[in-house]
């Protein structure tokens, strides 16, 4: 999952990311919520803000 929070980060969609990572897209996107549902959001832009916030990711990812 640490690859997909990565591409996350990268601001990658999910079918993008599934096909980066030879899966489903409904593979990823189960993973994505998954990952939503870790840290208590419901959305991309509320998941960057609270890894921006914890210093998890930087405002220059690559």
Do not use: C
Not at 37 to 45: I, Q
């Amino acid at each position: 999952m640490a690859d997909i929070g990565r591409r996350l980060a990268q601001t990658q969609s999910d079918w993008r990311i599934a096909e980066q990572n030879n899966q489903s897209p409904h593979t990823t996107h189960d993973h994505v919520k998954r990952i939503f549902r870790k840290y208590g959001v419901s959305s991309r832009s509320a998941l960057m803000a609270l890894w921006l916030g914890k210093g998890l990711i930087s405002n220059n990812n690559p």
